[in-house]
C-alpha cells in the first residue's frame, strides 16, 4: 500500500460539465476526508466519511458537489454544472480512528473551469 | 468554531540557519492535537511535526520543533539548520481530541525560501 491515491492529477473542463474525482485510501484507514484548496490559501474541509458514513459535510458543499464512499473503500466526489470559482485543487486524505495521528493525503486533483 | 492564524504569508532563510514559523489558535476546547505539514511544490502535504496539547513537552522531530504554548495559544515551528529541501508551503492545523469534528483546521500558510 503506497498511500492515498486520486485519480485524474489534472482536469479541465468546460463551465457546466460535470465532472468526477476519486480517492483510494490507505486500504487500513476508515476516516476518509476531502478539502478543497485555491491558490495561496490553507485546505478548506469538504466533508468527511467514517467507513461508508458520510458523517459531516460543510457548508462550502453546495448542492452541486455530492460525495460517496460504497463499501467503505473508495471515494468519489461529483461537481455538477461547474463553474469556474470551482477551480481549485481537490484533496483527499485518510487516517486511522485515533485523531492523533493526523492525516496521509493524496497528491490531489487539479481542476480548472473554462 | 476552532480557528487558526499563520501571521507570516512568507519567510526566508538562508540555508543552514534557523527559522521560526508562527501559529495561533483559538478554541474553547482543552484537549486537542496541532500539527504542522509541509506542501512543497510537488503539492502533497506531508505531516512535519504534531504535538499533544495535554503534554508540556515540545514535540522534536530531526531538525524541527515546536514552541507550544498552551495558556497563549501558540503553536511555532523552529526549523533549524535549514536546507534548501526544506522550502514549501507550511500549514499550522487544530484537530479536537474528541467529540465534535474530526475535521482538521488549517491556517491560510507560510511561504517559505530557503536561500543558497
Known amino acids: 500500500d503506497t498511500g492515498v491515491s486520486q485519480d485524474p492529477r489534472h482536469k479541465i473542463t468546460k463551465r457546466g460539465q460535470n465532472v468526477t474525482f476519486r480517492c483510494d485510501p490507505i486500504?487500513?484507514?476508515?476516516?476518509l476526508y476531502w478539502y478543497r484548496q485555491t491558490l495561496g490559501q490553507g485546505p478548506e474541509f469538504l466533508t468527511y466519511?467514517?467507513?461508508?458514513?458520510?458523517?459531516?459535510k460543510s457548508r462550502l458543499l453546495s448542492d452541486r458537489f455530492s460525495a460517496e464512499r460504497p463499501k467503505g473503500s473508495f471515494s468519489t466526489l461529483e461537481i455538477q454544472r461547474t463553474e469556474q470559482g470551482d477551480s481549485a485543487m481537490y484533496l483527499c486524505?485518510?487516517?486511522?480512528?485515533?485523531?492523533?495521528?493526523?492525516?496521509?493525503f493524496g497528491s490531489g486533483t487539479r481542476l480548472t473551469v473554462v | 468554531a476552532q480557528t487558526v492564524t499563520q501571521s507570516q504569508p512568507e519567510m526566508s532563510v538562508q540555508e543552514a540557519e534557523t527559522v521560526t514559523l508562527s501559529c495561533t489558535y483559538d478554541?474553547?476546547?482543552?484537549?486537542?492535537?496541532l500539527f504542522w505539514y509541509k506542501q512543497p511544490p510537488s503539492r502533497q502535504m506531508i505531516l512535519v511535526i504534531r504535538?499533544?496539547?495535554?503534554?508540556?513537552q515540545n514535540a522534536t522531530e530531526n531538525r524541527f520543533s515546536v514552541n507550544f504554548q498552551k495558556a497563549a495559544k501558540s503553536f511555532s515551528l523552529k526549523i533549524s539548520d535549514s536546507q534548501l529541501g526544506d522550502a514549501a508551503m507550511y500549514f499550522c492545523?487544530?484537530?479536537?481530541?474528541?467529540?465534535?469534528?474530526?475535521?482538521?483546521?488549517f491556517g491560510k500558510g507560510t511561504k517559505l525560501t530557503v536561500n543558497p
Open positions: 478554541t474553547s476546547e482543552s484537549d486537542y492535537y
Open positions: 466519511f467514517q467507513n461508508e458514513a458520510q458523517l459531516e
Open positions: 486524505a485518510s487516517s486511522l480512528r485515533d485523531r492523533r495521528h493526523g492525516y496521509t
Open positions: 504535538q499533544e496539547a495535554y503534554k508540556q
Open positions: 492545523a487544530y484537530r479536537s481530541a474528541q467529540g465534535g469534528s474530526e475535521k482538521l483546521v
Open positions: 486500504s487500513e484507514h476508515n476516516r
